[in-house]
Nanobody
Framework: QVQLVDSGGGLVQAGGSLRLSCAAS????????MGWFRQAPGKEREFVAA????????YSTDSAKGRFTISRDSAKNTVYLQMNSLKPEDTAVYFC??????????????WGQGTQVTVSS
């Protein structure tokens, strides 16, 4: 069992930045593909970005390309999502996710509790 603890959300003005963090409680962090999904009110949960256990990165072209950067720190068992140039449509609850040795988090095994990001116009 892997526990994921999300943090870093908050209220920011349009054009601002936030960095989300997700700490994972596992000794085999390096074998997990980690990433982020988000869910806005009344909408389905959508994929944002992932960083593979092997090191490659994948972004949703619609929501993250060019503005968001995902990274991981294996020494801290933590994955980050740096979000720049935030827009009101980025407002959502952001969830960290993990799946062992997957390509792009096609079926996450573990989820964080979520962290709220609100972008004001």
């Amino acid at each position: 069992q892997v526990q994921l603890v999300d943090s870093g959300g908050g209220l920011v003005q349009a054009g601002g930045s936030l960095r989300l963090s997700c700490a994972a409680s596992t000794r085999t962090f390096s074998t997990y593909t980690m990433g982020w999904f988000r869910q806005a009110p009344g909408k389905e949960r959508e994929f944002v970005a992932a960083i593979r256990w092997s090191g490659g990165k994948i972004y949703s072209t619609d929501s993250a390309k060019g503005r968001f950067t995902i990274s991981r720190d294996s020494a801290k068992n933590t994955v980050y999502l740096q979000m720049n140039s935030l827009k009101p449509e980025d407002t959502a609850v952001y969830f960290c996710a993990a799946q062992a040795r997957s390509s792009w988090l096609e079926s996450p095994e573990f989820w964080g509790q979520g962290t709220q990001v609100t972008v004001s116009s």
